[in-house]
């Protein structure tokens, strides 16, 4: 059975920063696309990073690129996403999402798996 559950959300001041973790059961998270995509209150779900098998180039939204970083843990099964420099328009719950099926990286539409979400809020 595949899960994805995410961690590490909280509330940090502006220009602080959070590591977000994504912990893949039922495969091995490596070998699929695995991304975070954030939705803010009344928004659309975005994506924000992406990483894939086969491709050393993680995928970023230009809005964090500098600012975010993704990588995988393979000892854990697990993806991260440091988030550094922290925005107010940051704010929003992030889901990890795997297995992409069609589409493009850092579009939603295209992902089997999602998990539940974790919340980040960031203060001004």
């Known amino acids: 059975q595949v899960q994805l559950v995410e961690s590490g959300g909280g509330s940090v001041q502006a220009g602080g920063s959070l590591r977000l973790s994504c912990v893949v059961s039922?495969?091995?998270?490596?070998?699929?696309?695995v991304a975070w995509f954030r939705q803010a209150p009344g928004k659309e779900r975005e994506g924000v990073a992406g990483i894939c098998a086969g491709r050393r180039v993680p995928y970023y939204a230009d809005s964090v690129k500098g600012r975010f970083t993704i990588s995988q843990d393979n000892a854990k099964n697990t993806v991260i996403l440091q988030m550094n420099s922290l925005k107010p328009e940051d704010t929003g719950t992030f889901y990890c999402a795997a297995d992409l099926r069609m589409g493009t990286v850092l579009r939603p539409d295209g992902y089997k798996y999602w998990g539940q979400g974790t919340q980040v809020t960031v203060s001004s």
């Open positions: 039922g495969f091995t998270a490596s070998s699929k696309c």
